[in-house]
T-cell receptor
Framework: AQTVTQSQPEMSVQEAETVTLSCTYDTSESDYYLFWYKQPPSRQMILVIRQEAYKQQNATENRFSVNFQKAAKSFSLKISDSQLGDAAMYFCAYRTYTGTASKLTFGTGTRLQVTL | NAGVTQTPKFQVLKTGQSMTLQCAQDMNHEYMSWYRQDPGMGLRLIHYSVGAGITDQGEVPNGYNVSRSTTEDFPLRLLSAAPSQTSVYFC?????????????FGDGTRLSIL
């Protein structure tokens, strides 16, 4: 079974600074997808960024980028120019590549605080 | 386009009561799923469905029942509520035709069992 580990329960960053959230995963498969979801106090689950394991290029979405290290099974999220609105829980998630029944496995989350 | 709609948003039950959490999506997604979110444990999969008439168990299915009579709806039933089922429940859907498509989540239902 796949597992996803987020070793940082809480992180803090000053506004306009850069922060990196860590995520590691365990799998024996070679093709899969990785996601970062943001959950603000409103409780919504919002997709931040996704990465296909077969792509060597790291995904980027505006101020959000990932450092995907397939051999190390690491998938960290970098937030640049942090804003107050970035304060939220962040979840890393893994999904197998094949099959309609492929399931999403979540990490336990990292709570990000953004300070002035 | 409403996306994934969950009702109710909040509910308080007594131990032993039964109830149904509703989930509907208007995106014609075949894949739907239910998760529960507990402090310090992330989201865990309860049940999922890959299409009308097809359901299967996830990681934590005990005490819950699902059915999928239409593509749009995927209700979650608590058969006899227990305090251990106090949690926030999320319904999600996905278009399986694009294998890299992300899950779309509802806004969640906060359920308290007394």
């Amino acid at each position: 079974a796949q597992t996803v580990t987020q070793s940082q329960p809480e992180m803090s960053v000053q506004e306009a600074e850069t922060v990196t959230l860590s995520c590691t995963y365990d799998t024996s498969e070679s093709d899969y997808y990785l996601f970062w979801y943001k959950q603000p106090p409103s409780r919504q689950m919002i997709l931040v960024i996704r990465q296909e394991a077969y792509k060597q290029q790291n995904a980027t979405e505006n101020r959000f980028s990932v450092n995907f290290q397939k051999a190390a099974k690491s998938f960290s999220l970098k937030i640049s120019d942090s804003q107050l609105g970035d304060a939220a829980m962040y979840f890393c998630a893994y999904r197998t590549y094949t099959g309609t029944a492929s399931k999403l496995t979540f990490g336990t989350g990292t709570r990000l605080q953004v300070t002035l | 386009n409403a996306g994934v709609t969950q009702t109710p948003k909040f509910q308080v039950l007594k131990t032993g009561q039964s109830m149904t959490l509703q989930c509907a999506q208007d995106m014609n997604h075949e894949y739907m799923s239910w998760y529960r979110q507990d402090p310090g444990m992330g989201l865990r999969l309860i049940h999922y469905s890959v299409g009308a008439g097809i359901t299967d168990q996830g990681e934590v299915p005990n005490g819950y029942n699902v059915s999928r009579s239409t593509t749009e709806d995927f209700p979650l039933r608590l058969l006899s509520a227990a305090p251990s089922q106090t949690s926030v429940y999320f319904c999600a859907s996905r278009d399986y035709r694009g294998s890299n498509q992300p899950q779309h989540f509802g806004d969640g239902t906060r359920l308290s069992i007394l």
